[in-house]
């Protein structure tokens, strides 16, 4: 079965797997190739080809929990933050960025009505998309339909909760029924599903109304969609960083209450590190995936994006718990209590990191704020391992879930492409080692139990969001992370997520550009509750949440 091979083309390929045979050890394995190993292709390939739909996950999972680890906190708790909102404020852009905290205490008291609120984000939305190119789709009709039916609901003194009357904004990689679900990529746009992605219909069920869905870059890489690159708020000269470029620009210009992203390498913690927002990507398993795009199986996460800490908690409460439809998601305790203190918990952190780039004053000052609160400072290390070998899992699973689309070359109407970008990088992946991809699956367990270690010396960790390491780490082995604003540097130079282009310079600054930066808080596996009490604790320390990207 399939085309003849010769000792000519092993020894071309061993230049991609990077292995070296001998003359006669290429000669035999030319020898039986079309009997031994092309048949295998059969059920891809071959007469007898068998479909596999999106649906469809391996057979092989990823449990972020190894043998012998308990499973995260044992109840379930929720305690909100009592805190006055104080009055309503009068002007509406006031409103519209107020954090979810403040919104639901005026909707339930019904000092604020849904359909108010949600007429005041759909014309911000309308207003400022020419500039942020953050909308793939406004949902005006669903949105005031399920607005007014919540503030009936309320008004009959039937509140289901804090998210009750609060507009959101979902990435475009979630299923809507009957509204248009793109991945943000060209072969998609007009692709219409049935049903609700899971997480969808939890957030119809707290009574959140769905006002767009939002834009991601292309097969959530990046921040270019068909629609162009969508902007950050502060500097609009530069991209918003994806893949959750929509969710992260939206907002930040205070166009939504909350938005709902997706991470599978750094894509809730990017943007909301370049959007100066809070970003909470759960720990794998913890939220369904169920109706949501594949690009990785063992390593997409559904999270949201907020203003405020604990406003990244009460939208977690919404959508954790398992869903029959997506394996690798587990029943979880949540257990987090906004009026608890931090004082004595164990912040680790790496010194290095601290020192060298990407790490910034404003990530020292951090951790010097978590000692002033209480916190006890406890150094660690990690193996000077290459971590970025781990990508091989990454790339692999995602050429396998767009393997249809790149052999049909429906990947050559994407926008982007480059030598970084998916398409490139589909094709590249099929010639990857399935040798290689089991080292390194064995790798991340060596990883995982690496970080097993670290965990139980210390309570979170706190590190620059943007180091490489810990990005690829942590998404891997699958631990919570929490990104929020503590301050702000100068750039001199816009920021992208590709490789530089010399045919295109990026545009730079003359005074410097002022932009938000942040940490990244490490929790362990399903402790999320502890990274919100820490996070809403150092928030408030920094006294930086309230600032607005200028002209929004």
């Known amino acids: 079965m399939g085309p003849g091979v010769s000792a000519a083309t092993f020894a071309e390929a061993e230049k991609l797997v990077q292995v070296q045979l001998t003359p006669a050890e290429r000669a035999q394995a030319a020898s039986n190739w079309r009997e031994m190993m092309a048949p295998l292709y059969e059920f891809r390939t071959g007469p007898r080809r068998a479909k596999l739909e999106p649906e469809v996950a391996p057979a092989s999972r990823w449990d972020p929990l190894l043998p012998g680890l308990a499973s995260g906190p044992a109840r379930n708790r929720f305690v909100r933050s009592k805190a006055s909102p104080g009055p309503l404020p009068g002007k509406d852009e006031d409103i519209a960025f107020a954090p979810v905290t403040a919104l639901s205490r005026w909707l339930e008291s019904r000092a604020l009505s ?16 020419p500039k942020l190119k953050c909308v793939i789709t406004l949902t005006p009709e669903l949105a005031l339909e399920q607005a007014r039916r919540a503030d009936k609901e309320i008004a009959a003194g039937k509140y289901r909760g804090p998210l009750h009357g609060i507009p959101w904004g979902a990435k475009d990689l979630v299923d809507t029924a009957n509204i248009p679900t793109t991945y943000g990529a060209e072969p998609f746009r007009n692709r219409v599903p049935t049903a609700d992605a899971t997480v969808v219909d939890r957030l119809h069920r707290a009574g959140a109304v769905l006002v767009a869905k939002l834009s991601l870059g292309a097969l959530a890489l990046n921040d270019v969609w068909f629609g162009g690159e969508t902007k950050n708020p502060w500097l609009l000269e530069e991209g918003s960083s994806g893949s959750s470029a929509g969710p992260g620009a939206a907002t930040a210009a205070g166009l939504v209450g909350f938005s709902l992203g997706s991470e599978t390498g750094g894509s809730i913690i990017s943007p909301s590190m370049r959007c100066g927002i809070t970003g909470l990507r759960p720990t794998f398993g913890r939220v369904p995936r169920t109706g949501a795009m594949t690009l990785c199986w063992s390593l997409d996460k559904l999270g949201p994006m907020t203003r405020g800490v604990e406003d990244s908690l009460l939208v977690l409460q919404a959508l954790s718990g398992p869903d029959a439809g997506d394996v690798d998601s587990v029943p979880s305790a949540l257990d987090f209590d906004a009026t608890a203190g931090v004082k004595g918990l164990r912040v680790g ?12 004053d404003v990530d020292r000052a951090a951790l010097e704020t978590l000692k002033r609160l209480g916190l006890k400072p406890v150094e660690v290390t990690l193996p000077d391992w290459p971590y970025i070998s781990l990508m091989i899992i990454l790339f692999a699973e995602a050429a396998a879930a767009f393997e249809e689309l ?12 480059v030598p970084d970008a998916w398409p490139n990088l589909f094709r590249q992946a099929r010639f990857l080692s399935a040798v290689d991809l089991i080292q390194a699956d064995r790798l991340r367990r060596k990883v995982a139990q690496e970080m097993v270690r670290v965990m139980k010396e210390v309570d979170l960790l706190l590190v620059p969001s943007l180091q490489l390491d810990m990005l690829t780490i942590s998404n891997f ?45 490490i929790g362990r596996l399903f402790d999320e509750g502890t990274l919100g009490r820490v996070g809403m604790a150092l928030e408030r320390a920094s006294g930086v949440a309230g600032e607005r990207p200028p002209g929004f």
């Open 114 to 129: 849904s359909e108010r609120l949600t007429r005041i984000y759909l014309e911000r939305l309308q207003r400022f998309d």
């Open 349 to 360: 952190y790496f010194p290095t990191w601290m020192e060298d780039f990407p790490a910034t």
């Open 406 to 417: 790149t052999l049909s070359h429906g990947v050559d109407a994407l926008k982007m492409q």
């Open 477 to 521: 082995t699958g631990h919570p992370s929490l990104t929020l604003r503590t301050g702000f540097v100068e750039v001199d130079q816009a920021r992208s997520d590709w490789a530089p282009d010399p045919a295109r310079p990026l545009p730079k600054f003359s005074p410097m550009r002022r932009v938000p930066h942040g940490v990244t808080l």
